[in-house]
């Protein structure tokens, strides 16, 4: 996939130029469109919001005020009968003559109460309501007064009438004498028109209102289905109006129509009774119109666009058309037609000088290259043989060893390539393994051209070359990366190998590497102290002692290139000039 740098270098410079224009027409106008758009939709939710607010929190207040208004109506029942009553047991009182005609006048004059009933704390009194309710009210009476009874509080229930499916609230008001004592509960039941009425006004178009109870559980409902009712009680929004009865506002999922519907709700608590009024409707509608507005804003940008788009043609046809003839023929220039020239009349001097100056610095710089890189080339064949000639000065201590560093890095090489290593790495081991013996420098002729074995003192002396010999290229920054082979290449895989005694893989790879190649050489040269064995019995040694003086992957690698034949290219005898390895540097 090409670069970016790849992609500016095809666009001409006219195109170039389109683009910076349009895009420096574009991003501001795409930049306070998104702000625009963000600024305003975040308005318009907030006004949508504040709306479901004041709808649901309208709602409560005028069914608590109607609550209220009704307790404290049978409060001054409760309150009336006990200071028109003669002291004595409140049976006694509610059977006196007067109690069922005062009770009928509060029934005439308050025509939302259907029921009315005043008890003493057994339960026993007189009840006035039509006679086709009472059992549809006992049911939500009798839980009532059991709960005011015990709680000596004010409490209430909510039903819909079977017959008329009319809302209606139950209400069970204790009464206390001057002592505290509890005398008598007052109950009725009471019709909710003038509430129903007030949420089917709110409930219009997609709004849809809905009274819960403390729980949560839905009580009643204005403009919904069961299957919205289901969905809302299992929302986020009722589970936290049970926890804490707050308002709160919150977006949820209903199904709606055998599809999921997201809405934006508002719960309001009623403070008389601990219920609340939920007002929610679709947030596709509640937010209508701040998506209106941004689709207003997206279409006016797109045309802003578009002016931005032709007056950066315009004026990139105009600007870049000099420059392009100016490209046409320096192109054709280049190509060998000297005959062409530029049209002065459609350049400008700066532009042509500039053509001409470039082109002069071109052809120099391609000049102090080449220059640069011969230098580089004949810098590289002084280090390589500076090297080699440093050890053909140690083999040169040592006549039976004539060539051997040279072998012993040409093996080096090939065991690494068949290790896999990179070009690289096999250049940084060849130099190793050619100075893998240059701390031999330090060591005393009598002991390096011994023939006999070595005393303890005299073997002792000559394991020092490993680290003689890093010591002396430790300097050298160039050598840096090559110092292992030098330092470790008497490691055994065991751990008993000298100068520090590594094991495993704590030996640096390269250092593997030309121990076996070290090893191979030393058992197919003639030494003072032995006859050269032939090759096959040196690959023979070595596959013995791999995994316990030798890394086994190295062996490995040096079987496959010894079955290769590669190691027959390099042997005792050999030019060191023909060494396939060492010839490349």
Same mark, same amino acid.
């Given at each position: 996939?090409?670069?970016?740098?790849?992609?500016?270098?095809?666009?001409?410079?006219?195109?170039?130029?389109?683009?910076?224009?349009?895009?420096?027409?574009?991003?501001?106008?795409?930049?306070?469109?998104?702000?625009?758009?963000?600024?305003?939709?975040?308005?318009?939710?907030?006004?949508?919001?504040?709306?479901?607010?004041?709808?649901?929190?309208?709602?409560?207040?005028?069914?608590?005020?109607?609550?209220?208004?009704?307790?404290?109506?049978?409060?001054?029942?409760?309150?009336?009968?006990?200071?028109?009553?003669?002291? &004595?047991?409140?049976?006694?009182?509610?059977?006196?003559?007067?109690?069922?005609?005062?009770?009928?006048?509060?029934?005439?004059?308050?025509?939302?109460?259907?029921?009315?009933?005043?008890?003493?704390?057994?339960?026993?009194?007189?009840?006035?309501?039509?006679?086709?309710?009472?059992?549809?009210?006992?049911?939500?009476?009798?839980?009532?007064?059991?709960?005011?009874?015990?709680?000596?509080?004010?409490?209430? $229930?909510?039903?819909?009438?079977?017959?008329?499916?009319?809302?209606?609230?139950?209400?069970?008001?204790?009464?206390?004498?001057?002592?505290?004592?509890?005398?008598?509960?007052?109950?009725?039941?009471?019709?909710?028109?003038? +509430?129903?009425?007030?949420?089917?006004?709110?409930?219009? @178009?997609?709004?849809?209102?809905?009274?819960?109870?403390?729980?949560?559980? +839905?009580?009643?409902?204005?403009?919904?289905?069961?299957?919205?009712?289901?969905?809302?009680?299992?929302?986020?929004?009722?589970?936290?109006?049970?926890?804490?009865?707050?308002?709160?506002?919150?977006?949820?999922?209903?199904?709606?129509?055998?599809?999921?519907?997201?809405?934006? &709700?508002?719960?309001?608590?009623?403070?008389?009774? @601990?219920?609340?009024?939920?007002?929610?409707?679709?947030?596709?509608?509640?937010?209508?119109?701040?998506?209106?507005?941004?689709?207003?804003?997206?279409?006016?940008?797109?045309?802003?666009?578009?002016?931005?788009?032709?007056?950066?043609?315009?004026?990139?046809?105009?600007?870049?058309?000099?420059?392009?003839?100016?490209?046409?023929?320096?192109?054709? +220039?280049?190509?060998?037609?000297?005959?062409?020239?530029?049209?002065?009349?459609?350049?400008?001097?700066?532009?042509?000088?500039?053509?001409?100056?470039?082109?002069?610095?071109?052809?120099?710089?391609?000049?102090?290259?080449?220059?640069?890189? !011969?230098?580089?080339?004949?810098?590289?064949?002084?280090?390589?043989?500076?090297?080699?000639?440093?050890?053909?000065?140690?083999?040169?201590?040592?006549?039976?060893?004539?060539?051997?560093?040279?072998?012993?890095?040409?093996?080096?090489?090939?065991?690494?390539?068949?290790? &896999?290593?990179?070009?690289?790495?096999?250049?940084?081991?060849?130099?190793?393994?050619?100075?893998?013996?240059?701390? !031999?420098?330090?060591?005393?002729?009598?002991?390096?051209? !011994?023939?006999?074995?070595?005393?303890?003192?005299?073997?002792?002396?000559?394991?020092?070359?490993?680290?003689?010999?890093?010591?002396?290229?430790?300097?050298?920054?160039?050598?840096?990366?090559?110092?292992?082979?030098?330092?470790?290449?008497?490691?055994?895989?065991?751990?008993?190998?000298?100068?520090? $005694?590594?094991?495993?893989?704590?030996?640096?790879?390269?250092?593997?590497?030309?121990?076996?190649?070290?090893?191979?050489?030393?058992?197919?040269?003639?030494?003072?102290?032995?006859?050269?064995?032939?090759?096959?019995?040196?690959?023979?040694?070595?596959?013995? +002692?791999?995994?316990?003086?030798?890394?086994?992957?190295?062996?490995?690698?040096?079987?496959?290139?010894?079955?290769?034949?590669?190691?027959?290219?390099?042997?005792?005898?050999?030019?060191?000039?023909?060494?396939?390895?060492?010839?490349?540097?």
């Amino acid at each position: 996939m090409p670069g970016i740098h790849q992609i500016l270098r095809r666009l001409r410079l006219r195109h170039l130029l389109f683009l910076l224009l349009l895009g420096s027409g574009i991003l501001p106008l795409a930049i306070n469109g998104i702000l625009l758009v963000r600024q305003n939709r975040e308005l318009f939710e907030t006004q949508e919001k504040a709306f479901l607010t004041r709808s649901a929190a309208a709602l409560s207040r005028e069914l608590n005020d109607h609550l209220l208004g009704l307790r404290r109506q049978l409060q001054q029942v409760g309150i009336g009968l006990l200071a028109l009553s003669p002291a &004595g047991d409140v049976a006694g009182r509610l059977r006196e003559p007067w109690v069922g005609p005062y009770l009928e006048g509060f029934l005439r004059s308050n025509s939302a109460v259907i029921e009315l009933q005043v008890l003493d704390v057994d339960g026993a009194g007189p009840r006035f309501a039509p006679s086709d309710l009472a059992e549809a009210t006992a049911a939500i009476l009798d839980p009532v007064f059991d709960q005011a009874v015990e709680s000596r509080r004010p409490a209430y $229930g909510f039903a819909v009438l079977p017959r008329t499916n009319e809302p209606v609230v139950a209400l069970s008001l204790p009464v206390l004498g001057e002592d505290g004592r509890l005398e008598l509960v007052v109950q009725s039941v009471a019709r909710l028109g003038l +509430i129903e009425a007030v949420l089917e006004r709110e409930a219009q @178009g997609d709004v849809q209102t809905f009274l819960v109870d403390r729980q949560g559980r +839905i009580l009643w409902s204005v403009g919904a289905t069961p299957e919205v009712e289901a969905s809302l009680a299992n929302s986020d929004l009722l589970r936290d109006f049970a926890r804490k009865p707050l308002n709160l506002t919150s977006e949820y999922q209903v199904l709606s129509g055998g599809r999921e519907v997201r809405m934006v &709700g508002r719960v309001s608590p009623v403070d008389e009774t @601990g219920w609340g009024i939920v007002v929610h409707k679709p947030s596709s509608m509640a937010f209508l119109a701040a998506r209106q507005m941004a689709w207003t804003a997206v279409i006016s940008t797109l045309l802003l666009v578009l002016l931005a788009l032709l007056f950066a043609a315009v004026i990139s046809r105009w600007v870049g058309g000099s420059i392009q003839v100016l490209a046409q023929t320096t192109h054709e +220039i280049a190509a060998g037609n000297f005959d062409r020239r530029l049209p002065e009349e459609q350049m400008t001097n700066e532009l042509a000088e500039l053509a001409h100056d470039f082109n002069r610095m071109g052809g120099h710089v391609k000049d102090y290259v080449a220059q640069l890189q !011969k230098a580089a080339s004949a810098n590289q064949q002084l280090f390589i043989s500076a090297i080699r000639a440093f050890a053909a000065a140690i083999d040169a201590k040592d006549p039976y060893t004539r060539g051997h560093s040279e072998r012993v890095a040409a093996i080096s090489r090939v065991i690494g390539r068949h290790l &896999g290593q990179s070009e690289e790495f096999q250049e940084r081991l060849w130099i190793g393994a050619l100075l893998h013996d240059i701390g !031999k420098i330090g060591i005393e002729d009598r002991v390096l051209n !011994k023939r006999g074995v070595l005393t303890g003192e005299e073997y002792e002396q000559m394991k020092r070359h490993p680290t003689i010999g890093a010591d002396i290229l430790a300097p050298l920054e160039a050598l840096q990366d090559s110092l292992p082979a030098v330092r470790w290449h008497h490691e055994n895989w065991n751990g008993r190998g000298y100068p520090d $005694g590594l094991r495993g893989e704590e030996i640096p790879l390269m250092a593997r590497v030309v121990a076996v190649a070290d090893c191979f050489d030393a058992i197919t040269t003639s030494r003072p102290y032995q006859t050269a064995y032939e090759p096959a019995v040196a690959v023979e040694t070595i596959t013995k +002692i791999a995994g316990t003086r030798f890394d086994a992957k190295v062996v490995t690698a040096f079987l496959r290139a010894f079955e290769a034949g590669e190691l027959e290219l390099v042997r005792p005898g050999r030019d060191e000039a023909e060494l396939p390895v060492a010839a490349s540097h």
